[in-house]
C-alpha cells in the first residue's frame, strides 16, 4: 500500500460527459501528479501541483484540468469525453524536492 | 513519441536466473532516472533510482547502471523469484526529479519455473 488513495475505483460514462476523479496523497506529501495509462500511449504524464498551485503541465488536453486543495487532496476533471479517453488514471505524490513518486491503486475509466 | 524507450516488450527468464531489462532514452537533458514495477491490477511501485552523476547504484537485488554516453538504463534483478513477474518501466525527468516523469513503454518480465 503505497498511501495514496483514488477514488472511485471504476468509472463508467457515456461520450460528452464529464467525470471528477479524486486523489489523496500520503500524508505530509505536498506534491501531486496525475497519469494517464493507456494501450496506445502508454503512462503518460498530465499535471503537477505543488501545495495547491499548478508546477508542470504535461500530455493534458485543454477539455481536462485538475486543482489542489487546501488539505491538499486533487481532484482531476475530464469534460467531453471521448470514447478515446478510456484508460487508468493513476496519481501520485512525493515530498518535495524528490523523484521518488508513491502511485495510489488507480481509477479504470470506460468511456462508452 | 517516446523519449523514454525499451528494447524488448517481453523477457521470460527461469526462476533463479538473472534478469536484465534494457532501456534506451534519448533527451541527454534527463538527470534522474527510476525504474517502476507494475503488478497486474496495480499502480507502479518504486524500485530503485539513480542520478545522472552516478554509474551504478543497488538496491536488495536490484542493481540500475547508467551509460550516459549511448543513453542507455538497465536494470538487474539477481535470483528472480515469481513475485518479481510484472511489467517494468524505465522512466526519466529533469531538474532532479521533482516534476513529472517520462516513461518508457515498458518490459513485461514472466518467470519461468
Known amino acids: 500500500d503505497s498511501g495514496v488513495t483514488q477514488t472511485p475505483k471504476h468509472l463508467i460514462t457515456a461520450t460528452g460527459q464529464r467525470v471528477t476523479l479524486r486523489c489523496s496523497p500520503r500524508?505530509?506529501?505536498?506534491?501531486v501528479y496525475w497519469y494517464q495509462q493507456s494501450l496506445d500511449q502508454g503512462l503518460q504524464f498530465l499535471i503537477q501541483?505543488?501545495?495547491?498551485?499548478?508546477?508542470a503541465k504535461g500530455n493534458i488536453l485543454e477539455r481536462f484540468s485538475a486543482q489542489q486543495f487546501p488539505d491538499l487532496h486533487s481532484e482531476l476533471n475530464l469534460s467531453s469525453l471521448e470514447l478515446g479517453d478510456s484508460a487508468l488514471y493513476f496519481c501520485?505524490?512525493?515530498?518535495?524536492?524528490?523523484?521518488?513518486?508513491?502511485f495510489g491503486p488507480g481509477t479504470r475509466l470506460t468511456v462508452t | 513519441g517516446e523519449s523514454v524507450g525499451l528494447h524488448l516488450p517481453t523477457l521470460s527468464v527461469q526462476e533463479g536466473d538473472n534478469s536484465i531489462i534494457n532501456c534506451a532514452y534519448s533527451?541527454?537533458?534527463?538527470?534522474?532516472f527510476i525504474w517502476y514495477k507494475q503488478e497486474s491490477g496495480k499502480g507502479p511501485q518504486f524500485i530503485i533510482d539513480?542520478?545522472?552523476?552516478?554509474d551504478k547504484r543497488q538496491g536488495q537485488r536490484v542493481t540500475v547502471l547508467l551509460n550516459k554516453t549511448v543513453k542507455h538504463l538497465s536494470l538487474q534483478i539477481a535470483a528472480t523469484q515469481p513475485g518479481d513477474s510484472a511489467v517494468y518501466f524505465c522512466?526519466?525527468?529533469?531538474?532532479?526529479?521533482?516534476?513529472?516523469?517520462?516513461f518508457g513503454k515498458g518490459t513485461h518480465l514472466i518467470i519461468q519455473p
Open positions: 533527451n541527454s537533458a534527463s538527470d534522474y
Open positions: 522512466a526519466e525527468t529533469i531538474g532532479g526529479g521533482a516534476d513529472g516523469l517520462t
Open positions: 501520485a505524490s512525493s515530498v518535495i524536492g524528490s523523484g521518488e513518486q508513491y
Open positions: 501541483y505543488y501545495n495547491g498551485e499548478e508546477r
Open positions: 539513480i542520478r545522472s552523476n552516478m
Open positions: 500524508s505530509g506529501d505536498l506534491s
